[in-house]
């Protein structure tokens, strides 16, 4: 049997340097990827230079404005689906860097546990579990999943993050794109709960990379005025999104209370916070997220995304 066809899909934003450690890292994977998409957020130092030298198998998608996180990861799925005919899609940021073998665990596991999505192992620089990248256990989960989940050697999850998403092209066609409108901040938490409402997720540990943020901190940690996107994109989630069931959206939004509270206690600058809480309550209310198709409308990929975005339907909302 011929092996499954992966396409990486990298998101860059200014971290050239970091940018090639991670197209070499993929170049030395022991399974390959077909493809390489890296997504230019219109960096302004040479990040896309550097993808438009990296060789045949990197294809540079650039985009003139900066669209986020969200918008990036949307722009080259959409690409990816209309130019590649992939069977996976393995989703990173440009400072996340595979260990050799991370996609032919991660891929082995997910199959073998009969999953749509899957996600690696996140360390830090000095191998330490990255607390920014755990995965959340699948509550209330069913004995044949848990158990399958166990003898592939990992754990069933209901969400996992963009640094090292694995996620099947048949379940990007079914739910559509991530919604580009959130820019930064729980769009991962919001589409792999789209991706695996009623469906399989597995947390794979010996798949492994190294997220090389410049410190090790988790999502509680004083972001300032991001603070922003956290409050209003949760918000956005729990009001409009349909990732989540009613008891899950009790219990995800009664932990992000606790968490913003967590990280008010521990700010050093409460007012940038205060306010940064204060603009991002009003939107979460008063906004909701706009479609993916129009967000990235009139960029280079906008054909393609309004394709995906039609045969998925929109993001969930």
């Not at 256990?137 to 050697?153: L, N, S």
């Not at 820019?183 to 798949?207: K, M, V």
């Not at 939107?283 to 009139?298: E, F, I, K, M």
């Amino acid at each position: 049997m011929p092996r499954p066809r992966t396409i990486a899909v990298v998101v860059a934003y200014n971290r050239r340097d970091l940018l090639i450690e991670v197209l070499q890292a993929l170049g030395d994977q022991t399974e390959a990827p077909a493809a390489i998409v890296v997504v230019d957020n219109a960096s302004t130092d040479d990040s896309a230079a550097v993808a438009a030298a990296a060789g045949p198998r990197v294809e540079l998608v650039r985009l003139e404005r900066n669209t986020g996180g969200a918008g990036g990861f949307a722009a080259g799925l959409a690409h990816a689906l209309e130019h590649h005919q992939p069977d996976w899609l393995w989703l990173m940021d440009d400072d996340t860097v595979p260990t050799p073998t991370a996609l032919e665990r991660l891929r082995a596991t997910a199959e073998s546990a009969g999953a749509s999505v899957a996600g690696s192992r996140v360390i830090w620089t000095d191998g330490t579990d990255h607390p920014m990248n755990t995965p959340r256990r699948k509550p209330f989960v069913r004995r044949d999943e848990r158990e399958r989940a166990e003898r592939a050697g990992g754990t069933a999850i209901r969400s996992t993050s963009f640094v090292s998403m694995l996620v099947s092209a048949a379940a990007v066609r079914r739910v559509g794109l991530p919604l580009a409108d959130y820019f930064i901040w729980n769009d991962d938490f919001e589409y792999s709960t789209r991706l695996l409402r009623g469906e399989r997720g597995i947390f794979a540990p010996e798949s492994i990379v190294v997220h090389k943020t410049r410190v090790l901190g988790s999502t509680d940690a004083d972001p300032g005025a991001r603070f922003y996107y956290e409050v209003r994109n949760k918000l956005w989630m729990l009001r409009r999104s349909h990732s989540l069931h009613r008891l899950e959206k009790v219990l995800y939004g009664a932990s992000s209370v606790r968490r913003w509270i967590r990280t008010a206690v521990r700010s050093e600058d409460r007012a940038v916070l205060g306010d940064a809480f204060r603009r991002g309550w009003r939107d979460g209310w008063r906004t909701d997220p706009r479609p993916t198709a129009v967000v990235l409308d009139g960029l280079p990929v906008s054909a393609a995304v309004k394709r995906a975005d039609r045969d998925g339907g929109e993001g969930g909302r």
